[in-house]
């Protein structure tokens, strides 16, 4: 019997991943689309996908607090999503390689944009737009910043700071209905 719960653990962290992993695409998509798309229509799905990150983080916050086993996991997750709900980090490639704790690829990624920057093929806004949101996954990942990564976040500052704020009353509120599913969940597999 113990290792039913571990295995319904196991299933919803990877149910949980899959649908953060299609939201993240689905933002993509939504970006790649941008210019062929209306502005109304483009605010709608997008306001509809982040209607449905803000679901899966209160699924996600509500799981980690009853297992806090999964909380190192579910963390980094969790703070992926706030980010996108934020509309701090808009980039999906971004706040993907953040969710997978990917310091290294984010360090690449930051390489690339300025070589594109030098070059003429990225725009200075979309350069410190996503520099700053490369530095602020590396920051929140617990990374020691090069100085060059300190720079764009003291150039930053205020887009920094809203990005490691914390909404309590929403977390708690997440946890709570979480720990209600999953209670639920761990009743009708004991009863099927």
Do not use: W
């Not at 806004?125 to 060059?148: N, P, S, V």
């Not at 309590?168 to 761990?186: D, L, N, T």
Request: with cysteine; aromatic share 4%; proline share 1%.
């Amino acid at each position: 019997m113990a290792s039913h719960g571990q295995d319904e653990t196991a299933r919803l962290k990877a149910n949980l991943d899959d649908q953060l992993q299609r939201l993240l695409t689905q933002l993509d998509d939504l970006e790649e689309l941008r210019e062929e798309l209306e502005d109304d229509e483009y605010e709608e799905v997008r306001v509809d996908t982040l209607e449905q990150l803000e679901e899966l983080q209160v699924q996600m916050d509500n799981f980690s607090k009853g297992n806090a086993t999964l909380v190192s996991q579910l963390g980094a997750m969790r703070l992926a999503i706030e980010a996108t709900i934020k509309s701090e980090a808009r980039t999906p490639e971004i706040i993907r390689m953040f969710a997978a704790k990917q310091a290294p690829s984010l360090r690449q990624r930051f390489r690339d944009l300025k070589e594109g920057a030098k070059l003429g093929r990225v725009s200075e806004r979309a350069f410190q737009g996503q520099a700053t949101e490369i530095c602020m996954a590396l920051r929140k990942l617990g990374e020691d910043l090069t100085e060059e990564e300190a720079a764009v976040l003291r150039a930053h500052d205020s887009t920094a700071g809203r990005f490691t704020e914390a909404s309590a009353e929403v977390g708690e509120a997440i946890m709570g209905v979480a720990s209600a599913q999953v209670a639920a969940a761990a009743t009708s597999s004991h009863t099927a």
